[in-house]
């Protein structure tokens, strides 16, 4: 989960795994690392334990591993919040 980051993003690797293609959309995108060139996709189903969005857009990181819970998901839910070392959100 990152607060900071406008677009959830995902690894090349879970990409693949899901099946979801990513075409020739890209973005330059500002990061803690630097400004990465990141692919734009749309996620038919996306789902986090119970709480699921449709045709949600994603980005797909080719030189990352990590995948990231950004904002355009925290803000689709009524609420969120972190209590101790867990993420208590609200669909």
Known sequence: ?????????????????????????????????????????????????SIERRDFSIQVNDHGEGNVLGMNFLSSLQGWRVEGNYLVMRS
């Open 1 to 49: 989960v990152d607060s900071g980051a406008s677009f959830t993003t995902i690894s090349r690797e879970t990409a693949d795994k899901a099946g979801i293609e990513t075409g020739l959309r890209v973005a330059m995108v500002e990061t803690a690392n630097g400004t990465v060139q990141m692919h734009r996709a749309t996620a038919e189903s996306f789902a986090v334990g």
